[in-house]
């Protein structure tokens, strides 16, 4: 059961704003007066003031209360005590529940009003007590075994005895001025490395709650002397690097023809307050080894955090081990670089990012929540574009028709806890296609062409029509010339006015005569007004009808 409690004050006050008296029959004795409560791990502490000091020979008595209890039960360190202070042992109680304590003074037979103290959590009023430490010296590093708080069997932190985290304090001793240095872990057992050989370090260390906040007290000031220095240094600069299926171990040493062996130790195991220097394990493939690496297989650790230390010797002599690295199998996974693949669309690309494949054709990547930093670039600028997408499948729109543009991916790790990323693909390059708007010009100078003579055709006939029908016997126009065709005037000639010039009624001949004259001058006029590159049978059948015409009528006016 995990408990979040807030942050309250450690002392009880007693006094008229903080309790309450209840009357125990007629007596001249008072109650206790200022009871404060005070909390560190699992003791409890109460203290008080008398409320009359002139009176002599009393006793007190303390009893408590829990929500599960309907009577008053007496604290047995806390009966008929003359002192004005009661130590008492948590009592079987569930301390993240709340809490009563009653006080009285007592004389013979005769007894003040109970004073009740207001109801508390034990848990929120607890301070932290500080933890138990042990030292040990190497020649430039100290090493620190830390108890909990608390005793081996706390109520108070058995809850929460694996989220203590540890401040340390550590200084010269020998310095006038303190230059203290102040660090954390999260572990029981922890090394401060980078100190001088035959040295007194003083330190103090205290706990405190990942998720509490509450007053926590130093441990006593505890001292040591490094040793004489070690005739081999430790090795340094200890990395574990992920490569294909194998990890590499490195590290860095100062001499030559040495022998290195290096250990794991799972980082849960740390977290347990006990010695575990036994529970180190040999690496695979890492023991005896002549050069400042070596390679196991990543198989033989399953996800998790784990510590790697090294250590050196030359056959008569071995140096303290390293600083121990920490290892976590998610942060050292190496990430290989993505495939891509790319698509010319018109004036854009379509980008496919994949990932390379391993046994029974499943993607490396499936484990892992990935991002993809995209870098792209036209192939004749230096000018690159970052972007970062979720998405394996996306589009760069917009582009030049016909140019070049080269795209490289790395994928990282989202998490931030992580930190890991993969080297940058291959750079792909592909050439954009014409695109919506060249085709679009094409189609249209294509439309234009065509259209210039339908369009002037169109224009000509029009006006040709207009001409006929507004100005009858106006001279033909240039454009009427160049463009004129038999068809075209044969297309505004009635059929109808045709037959009339050469359809007669003969009723009277006088008549006749002056209709037929009238009429022939008419329509000679209608026709002398045509163009003279009319076809030549249209004009010989003008001619014709006119010469045939005249003939008729002077016949009949012969008559």
């Not at 919506?436 to 003579?453: D, E, H, M, R, Y």
């Not at 224009?459 to 029509?465: A, G, T």
């Amino acid at each position: 059961m995990s408990v979040l409690l807030g942050v309250t004050t450690l002392v009880l006050v007693a006094g008229p704003p903080g309790g309450s008296r209840s009357a125990a029959g007629q007596t001249n004795l008072k109650s206790p007066e200022n009871v404060e409560v005070y909390i560190i791990d699992d003791t409890f502490s109460l203290k008080w003031n008398r409320s009359n000091e002139s009176v002599t020979n009393v006793t007190y008595s303390v009893d408590y209360k829990t929500p599960e209890i309907d009577n008053w039960i007496k604290l047995p360190e806390c009966q008929y005590i003359t002192s004005t202070k009661c130590n008492f042992s948590s009592p079987d109680i569930n301390v993240y529940e709340e809490m009563k304590l009653r006080i009285r003074t007592e004389k013979g037979n005769s007894a003040s009003p109970w004073y009740e103290v207001d109801p508390f959590i034990p848990f929120q009023k607890a301070h932290i007590g500080p933890p138990e430490i042990h030292l040990q010296a190497e020649d430039k590093a100290i090493i620190i075994n830390i108890s909990p708080p608390g005793t081996e069997d706390s109520i108070m932190w058995a809850m929460e005895s694996s989220s203590f985290i540890y401040s340390l304090v550590i200084w010269k001793n020998s310095s006038d001025v303190e230059n203290r240095t102040e660090t954390e872990t999260v572990y029981t057992r922890a090394k401060i490395h980078q100190l001088s050989p035959e040295t007194t370090y003083c330190l103090k260390v205290k706990a405190r709650l990942r998720w509490q906040i509450k007053v926590a007290l130093y441990s006593p000031v505890y001292c040591i002397a490094t040793t004489v220095e070690n005739k081999l240094p430790p090795p340094e600069n200890i990395q574990v690097i992920a490569k294909n299926q194998v990890y590499v171990l490195k590290w860095d040493y100062t001499y030559e023809n040495m022998t290195f062996q290096a250990q794991w130790l799972s980082a849960y195991l740390k977290k347990i307050p006990e010695n575990h220097s036994g529970k180190w394990k040999q690496i695979p493939n890492c023991e005896s080894v002549r050069t400042t690496q070596c390679v196991f297989p990543q198989n033989r650790f399953q996800k998790g955090i784990y510590f790697i230390r090294v250590q050196a010797s030359d056959g008569n002599n071995t140096s303290f081990w390293s600083e121990e690295e920490k290892f976590d199998t998610d942060t050292q996974t190496l990430i290989p670089p993505p495939v891509i693949n790319l698509k010319p669309i018109n004036n854009s690309l379509r980008v496919y990012i994949g990932a390379p494949k391993v046994s029974q054709n499943k993607s490396v990547y499936q484990h892992y929540p990935l991002i993809y930093e995209i870098t792209f670039w036209e192939n004749t600028s230096n000018a690159e574009r970052k972007i970062v997408k979720k998405r394996t499948d996306f589009t760069f729109p917009d582009l030049k028709p016909l140019t070049v543009y080269c795209v490289k991916v790395r994928a990282v790790i989202e998490d931030a806890k992580w930190n890991n990323s993969s080297v940058f693909s291959d750079t792909v390059c592909e050439k954009t296609k014409p695109g919506n708007t060249s085709k679009t010009w094409l189609i249209a100078g294509i439309c234009t062409v065509f259209s210039i003579p339908f369009v002037l055709y169109v224009v000509k006939v029009l006006w040709k029509f207009i001409l006929y029908v507004f100005f009858p016997s106006s001279k033909p126009s240039i454009i009427d010339q160049y463009f004129s065709e038999q068809p075209l005037k044969n297309l505004f000639l009635s059929t109808s006015e045709e037959q009339i010039e050469r359809c007669f009624i003969i009723e009277n001949i006088d008549t006749i005569s002056t209709i037929g004259i009238n009429q022939i001058d008419e329509n000679r006029k209608n026709f002398n007004s045509q163009t003279s590159q009319d076809s030549g049978n249209y004009s010989y059948e003008d001619e014709n009808s006119g010469s045939k015409t005249s003939e008729e009528f002077l016949q009949v006016e012969t008559m």
